[in-house]
């Protein structure tokens, strides 16, 4: 019983650590995106276009994992996409928001480590 129980702990801290490394993927693709297009001075809008465009691949990673993870926990395929969805768009409104303050002063964003 004991090692069923420390089995299952040690498979959720894996996905939790899994579900936060491609969060952290994600969020650094964008804060690169953010520092570059500061960089090429290029406008608020133009930045949320490429911003929404971006990062697609890292964004896929952590949707998909997210998914699982919400299905693992009871919730039906719609229920966990639309949150993944939800939390993904977090990340990139946060960036989005921090390039429209931060382009015209020529601040650049520091990577998660």
Do not use: W
Request: net charge negative; proline share 1%.
């Amino acid at each position: 019983m004991f090692s069923y129980g420390v089995a299952i702990f040690l498979s959720m801290a894996a996905a939790g650590n899994t579900l936060d490394d491609a969060r952290k993927e994600y969020n650094n693709c964008l804060v690169e995106l953010h520092n570059e297009n500061v960089e090429a001075k290029t406008s608020a809008s133009g930045f949320r276009k490429i911003a929404d465009e971006g990062c697609a691949e890292e964004r896929k990673k952590y949707t998909s994992i997210m998914i699982a993870e919400e299905k693992r926990y009871g919730s039906n395929q719609a229920e966990a996409t639309d949150y993944a969805n939800e939390e993904a768009d977090g990340v990139a409104a946060y960036i989005k928001s921090a390039f429209a303050e931060n382009a015209d002063k020529g601040i650049k964003l520091v990577p998660e480590q």
